[in-house]
């Protein structure tokens, strides 16, 4: 498995770069793409890939993206939309049986996957929004390939079995460790110099965002049986596992920004 993440990750990464490089249009439709698959592994477990309900949510969530690069107030109309659309769906045309459990799944992906995931474009149209965006996803990659890593070598304590039996508390702190080294490299590396009083807060606070969206994800999981979203990217799952921690810690970068910065 190793070998297949680091190939998976060789290829990405470049991709990753220049699509945030990009901004504008490129990179929106690359998250709006990102954020509609994974809304579709996120309800297949219950709807299945082809089911009109779950292409709907999917889509709801790619236009959550595009709402996010007109302005932050048109993610609020569309969330408001997130939540009419599918329960007129439902009420047209679903089972009453199964209605109230459908709605409630497609927001649930709706939410968790589009209104989260609009961040990534939110904080890309931020002042220096390029390195925001850089800053959050790969800090968030290091922590979790430090947690992987430290895991599979010397992890012996369980931290949460009864969500995911693999993560480890040993895990769990290199993660932690690498995600706040590479924060404060890349607050150095990206010009932003933060000061300590700024950069080292929003450095503990992205690795402890992104191992709460690891688990958050592991904890879904398990409700839905299933050990990955997909098997679209060898070596990581689907796309739902890569966004897991990223959902959270866009978020977290997106309003440090905005509301502690002077």
Known sequence: MLPQ???????????IFVLILAGGRWYTAAVALVLFVAALEFQSARMGWRSPLALLGAALCAALAGGALVGPEWVLWFALGAVVVPLAWVTLRGDPGTALNDWLWTLGAVFYVGLLGSHLVLARGLENGRD??????????????????VGRA???QALAPHISPGKTVEGALGG???GIAAAVLLNYLLGLRLEPALIVPLAVLIPLAAQLGDLAESI????????????LLPGHGGFMDRLDSVLLTSVVVYYFVVWVLP
């Open 220 to 231: 879904l999981k398990r409700g839905m049986q299933t050990k990955d979203a997909s098997k």
């Open 154 to 156: 010397v992890g012996r």
């Open 176 to 178: 932690f460790a690498g």
């Open 132 to 149: 925001w965006v850089y800053l959050a996803l790969f800090a968030t990659f290091a922590s979790d390939s430090a947690s992987y890593l």
């Open 5 to 15: 993440r680091i190939a998976t990750a060789v290829a990405g990464i470049p991709i």
